[in-house]
């Protein structure tokens, strides 16, 4: 485990300064101040990316969720019929029927 000891805290900062000239630079090269917009515009892009890679996963658990619910067997419906809704059980007396 690293400790936070003035050593530490002054090389990371050294590090830092180190990427800060770096960077600024890159800007100052022919060409480096499109590659810093690239890399800035690349860095949104994979932002996106995360955003909807999350959506995704999301849909992913709600498939498998789908899939197992539809691989369980139905429930079977109990069908009950009440002589008085079933209407092809008798024939009507005041229908006309031809021999």
């Known amino acids: 485990m690293t400790t936070n000891t003035p050593e530490n805290k002054d090389l990371v900062s050294r590090l830092k ?35 909807r890679m999350k959506r995704v996963d999301e849909l992913e658990k709600r498939v498998e969720a789908l899939e197992k619910a539809a691989k369980k067997p139905a429930p079977r419906k109990r069908t009950t019929t ?10 009507s007396s005041g229908s006309a029927e031809t021999p």
Request: charged share 35%; hydrophobic share 25%; net charge negative.
């Open 82 to 91: 009440s002589p008085s809704s079933s209407s092809s059980s008798k024939p």
């Open 17 to 51: 300064d180190a990427g800060e000239d770096a960077l600024q630079r890159l800007g100052d090269v022919p060409g480096g101040k499109k590659a810093l917009e690239a890399i800035d515009g690349l860095r949104g892009r994979i932002d996106d990316l995360q955003k």
